[in-house]
């Protein structure tokens, strides 16, 4: 409503005031004077207006609806009024209840109640004596716990000074009740209450229940490793894993030995007749040197206890053609034929328990200088971890010891220094370096951690150029042991690469091949590089021809 | 309970006495529906809002405050009804008595041809015409002028009630109301020699 008043600053402009009693009396009477005396004509216009609200009530009297409209439209309406029927209760209590705050109120509220009666189950104590403590005077003297193992009802009126208490094993005593909190209202309550709840801890204790002082306050506590090894004979929770725990050496021990078992049925059975060992692949018909008869006469060191000597045995039949090498003869090529030819080995024996025929490299003739144990530099470099797959070709790999100490200690050596790899697998290396270990291995004899090495420096840099040095040590490991296709591949990348200045190397090599293979009865290939070079395209037709010369056998 | 102001009826309504509001319903349905049929000019229409006007009333009941009056506030509601209908164009023109009957030979207006029965003075036949051009005139007055006049002619309030209904000031409604005065006087200009005869 509009307080402001009307300030005419004529008369003339109470005019409508005037008209329709809008005006106090004093006031209205000083209009009439001014309608004598107006010049704006307002006595005219008040006429006028006059004239037009006399008409207007006669042109526009009252109207109301029909009868039966109305009755219909006051039902309706008296229907809707009743509907409301609730007076200031219903609102009230719409409106507590349509607050935004009152679901959040109810909610804590709903909370709360749970959490006070989960907390006050978790205080009570568990036995019924508690509901006849509740009955017991609060101005009972609280006589403490008798301290014994059993579980003892709280006293219920024992009006009696308070015991000592008697503890036999607990840890915990019940201190001697006060008296001087006897028998007074709260403080006897308090006491009581607090015999309550030693008592609770006693029980608790016996009944081997943990309590939460126990694990709060004790500081021998035992830890979870040992609550597990206690219940390691019968728990169901996984044992801890006692890989991190047995010595690296150990366990490469027994994974080698179980493979070198593996690898000698796997070899028996590849031989029908147990003729074990590899073929080759040569160009010139030199690469038919039966694998039979080559490995009928060799038998695989599969074991540490076994000398690397060579048991001769009676020419069989050939053992299942091998893949032959991509048309690629490279150094990295070699690495895989190496790697293809120990999967097929291991795959094609099933179980075969005849021994393998895999001639340890230092059994044959060879005039190769004793690897004297070269001063390496230990590299503190760490290769790279070995695949899963090579590390367990070179345990399955015969050992190849090339220097007069016995095999165990350099097999011995050898898992160390295979475990010491592997822990040092995760740290980067440079392929320079990685291959100044193998080459220094191989010079050493320990072809396998040899290989490891070469293998881990052309992962680390595949598309490095590797010296001749380093591929004819390769070569040479291959060979020595038993990977008599690789060695070939990389020889023969040797001579593609028309290394001049190892020409005479890569020849002594061929020849030791040759060596070796007339010494166990196999087609002599061509022994002068330039003939193995000449041979080395037909290298690559002969895995079928040497197939079909193996499959003779 | 017929004698308790409107106020104390719509409170008593409010904590839920619905004779309450049995009360207050036939005491303002008539004015409203007059007012809101002025405005709409369609008997169907006004029923129609008029029942809408004392919904609205029912549910707007707990939020009614003493501090406002009720006619205010009950012509608060129907006013902004009729506006609402006004400018959905809900409320259609009322059939003019002087508009030619289509399809009539001698287009005579409607008003001539309704039958009165009574012997018609010449008197009652000029209030009649000058009723008749008032009436047109008032529709003719824009709405926010015929508004004002309306609630003030018709439903008899003042105009500081007026104001708080439409939500001006009072000064604006005594000007509209002037100006709706004037034109309503010169559109029965012609009949001024009648209007100054007319009691």
């Known amino acids: ?553 | 309970m017929r004698d308790d102001s409107d106020e104390s009826l719509m409170f008593r309504y409010k904590r839920g006495e619905v004779r309450a509001f049995e009360v207050l319903m036939v005491r303002h349905r008539g004015p409203i529906f007059n007012f809101i049929f002025r405005y709409t000019r369609d008997r169907a229409s006004a029923e129609d809002l008029m029942q809408e006007t004392f919904l609205r009333l029912i549910n707007a009941a707990d939020r009614y405050e003493k501090s406002a009056k009720f006619t205010t506030f009950l012509y608060t509601i129907a006013r902004n009804l009729c506006v609402d209908a006004s400018r959905r164009g809900k409320h259609r023109q009322a059939t003019s008595l002087d508009a030619p009957v289509h399809g009539s030979e001698d287009q005579v207006p409607l008003v001539e041809r309704i039958a009165d029965g009574q012997k018609q003075s010449e008197g009652r036949v000029l209030d009649q015409e000058l009723g008749e051009r008032l009436k047109k005139a008032i529709e003719e007055l824009p709405d926010e002028q015929r508004e004002i006049f309306l609630l003030r002619e018709v439903s008899d309030l003042q105009f500081n009630e007026i104001a708080d209904i439409v939500g001006i000031s009072e000064n604006t409604v005594k000007s509209r109301m002037r100006y709706a005065l004037e034109k309503l006087r010169q559109s029965l200009e012609e009949y001024r020699d009648l209007a100054r005869v007319a009691p």
Not at chain 1, 358 to 367: F, I, V
Not at chain 1, 399 to 426: I, M, V, Y
């Open chain 1, 1 to 553: 409503m509009s307080t402001l008043q009307v300030v005419p600053s004529q008369p003339c402009d109470d005019l409508l005031d005037f008209i329709y009693g809008g005006l106090s009396p004093a006031k209205q009477k000083a209009f009439e004077e001014h309608l004598a005396t107006c010049t704006n004509n307002c006595k005219a216009e008040v006429e006028a207006t006059q004239k037009i609200r006399n008409l207007a009530k006669e042109a526009l009297p009252p109207v109301e609806p029909s009868n039966d409209r109305m009755a219909a439209i006051q039902a309706q309406l008296l229907h809707a009024a009743a509907q409301r029927k609730g007076g200031a209760v219903i609102p009230l209590f719409r409106r507590i209840v349509t607050h935004p705050g009152f679901s959040a109120a109810a909610a804590m509220i709903v909370v709360g109640l749970y959490v006070t009666t989960q907390w006050g189950n978790l205080k009570m104590p568990t036995k019924s004596s508690s509901s006849d403590s509740a009955s017991a005077p609060a101005a009972a003297a609280p006589a403490p716990a008798p301290a014994t193992a059993t579980t003892t009802p709280i006293p219920a009126a024992n009006p009696a000074p308070a015991t000592p208490v008697v503890a036999t094993k607990t840890p915990a005593e019940a201190p001697p009740a006060d008296p001087s909190e006897q028998a007074i209202g709260g403080e006897g309550a308090a006491a009581y209450d607090k015999s309550k709840r030693e008592l609770a801890k006693t029980e608790q204790k016996a009944d081997n229940k943990p309590s939460k002082e126990l694990f709060e306050t004790r500081k021998d506590a035992p830890t979870d490793d040992e609550l597990w090894r206690r219940k390691a004979p019968t728990a169901s929770a996984p044992k801890p894993d006692p890989a991190p725990e047995a010595k690296p050496a150990e366990v490469a021990m027994k994974k080698k030995s179980k493979m070198d078992a593996d690898l000698t049925d796997a070899l028996g059975a590849s031989m029908p007749s147990g003729a074990k060992g590899g073929s080759v692949a040569r160009g010139d018909g030199g690469g038919n040197l039966s694998t039979g008869t080559l490995s009928g006469g060799l038998a695989n060191s599969s074991g540490p206890g076994n000398g690397g000597k060579v048991q001769l045995a009676q020419p069989s039949a050939p053992p299942p053609a091998k893949p032959s090498a991509p048309a690629s003869q490279g150094y990295y090529d070699a690495k895989v034929v190496e790697e293809r030819d120990s999967r097929a080995d291991k795959s094609a024996h099933t179980g075969n328990t005849k021994q393998a025929a895999r001639p340890p490299a230092t059994q044959l003739a060879e005039p190769t200088p004793a690897p004297t144990p070269a001063p390496q530099a230990e590299a503190p470099v760490v290769v790279a971890a070995p695949p899963p797959a090579q590390a367990q070709n070179y345990a399955a790999a015969p050992r190849a010891t090339s220097s007069s100490t016995p095999n165990n200690e350099q097999q011995l050596r050898g898992k160390n220094e295979q475990s010491n790899f592997s822990n040092l697998g995760k740290q980067s290396s440079t392929a320079e370096s990685l291959r100044r270990r193998g080459d220094s291995l191989a010079r050493s004899g320990k072809c396998e951690d040899a290989l490891r090495a070469f293998n881990d420096a052309n992962r680390v840099a595949p598309n490095a150029d590797n010296n001749a040095a380093d591929q004819l040590s390769y070569a040479k490991c291959l060979r020595e042991l038993g990977r008599y296709d690789a060695a070939q591949m990389a020889l023969d990348s040797l001579q593609r690469q028309n290394v001049q200045s190892n020409a005479v190397a890569v020849e002594n090599e061929v020849n030791l091949l040759n060596n070796q293979r007339r010494q166990y009865g196999a087609p002599t290939p061509a022994a002068a590089p330039s003939k193995a070079s000449k041979a080395a395209p037909k290298a690559r037709s002969a895995p079928a021809s040497e197939k079909a010369s193996d499959s003779a056998f």
